[in-house]
């Protein structure tokens, strides 16, 4: 098993910044990359990047990409999310989600584990 725990999230004005991280613990050898999903009031949860744990290859959102990045600290076990120019439709909880799948995928079925999620809202 693997356990995920996020944290960064909070109250920011349009415009500001966030970063959001993602502390793994378990076997997280087991996982190939690790990813960032967000649930919208009402709407589905959409996946929003992805990182390669060994490769550091990268992907992300058309929604998100130039104002986003994903990092991670494979020492640490950790993921970042930094989150740059943010709107008022970025609002929504976060959510930490790790793969053992060996194809990368944008899709949340194929991420296994995932975090409690963290709450970030973007005030007009």
């Known amino acids: 098993q693997v356990q995920l725990v996020e944290s960064g999230g909070g109250l920011v004005q349009a415009g500001g910044s966030l970063r959001l991280s993602c502390a793994a613990s378990g076997r997280t050898s087991s996982t190939y990359r690790a990813g960032w999903f967000r649930q919208a009031p009402g709407k589905e949860r959409e996946f929003v990047a992805r990182?390669?744990?060994?490769?550091?290859?990268?992907y992300y959102a058309e929604s998100v990409k130039g104002r986003f990045t994903i990092s991670r600290d494979s020492a640490k076990n950790t993921v970042y999310l930094q989150m740059n120019s943010l709107k008022p439709e970025d609002t929504a909880v976060y959510y930490c989600?790790?793969?053992?799948?060996?194809?990368?995928?944008?899709?949340?079925?194929?991420?296994?584990?995932w975090g409690q999620g963290t709450q970030v809202t973007v005030s007009s």
């Open positions: 989600a790790a793969s053992n799948r060996i194809i990368p995928s944008t899709s949340e079925s194929e991420y296994a584990y």
């Open positions: 990182i390669n744990w060994s490769s550091g290859i990268l």
